[in-house]
């Protein structure tokens, strides 16, 4: 089954960059999508951002303009984050979809604040 790792997760101030990054192995023939999602304390799960096999992106309207997903190669995309907010700070979790199920990462942790 695919695993999934995601690093570059860190505390920055408001205005600052980071990129995340997410590296599958393992039946990488099989993913379809990927996504980023975010969870911040005490507040539900929330879809950032999807990539298609195609490469065909869409983004929530909280990051809209300030966040970019890449595909690097088969088997890592990128979350660039700009512009990042307070509002931003949470859990990032990297996700597949694939022909044999749905996987996740462990998730990195992102805080924005001074």
């Known amino acids: 089954q695919v695993q999934l790792v995601e690093s570059g997760g860190g505390l920055v101030q408001p205005g600052a960059s980071l990129t995340l990054v997410c590296k599958a192995s393992n039946d990488l023939y099989t993913i379809n999508n990927w996504g980023w999602y975010r969870q911040a304390p005490g507040k539900q799960r929330e879809l950032v951002a999807t990539i298609s096999k195609r490469g065909a992106t869409d983004y929530s309207d909280s990051v809209k303009g300030r966040f970019s997903l890449l595909a690097i190669s088969r088997s890592t995309v990128h979350l660039n984050m700009n512009s990042l907010k307070p509002e931003d700070t949470a859990v990032y979790y990297c996700?597949?979809?694939?022909?044999?199920?749905?996987?996740w990462g462990p998730g990195t942790q992102v805080t924005v604040g001074s």
């Open positions: 996700n597949v979809d694939t022909r044999k199920g749905e996987y």
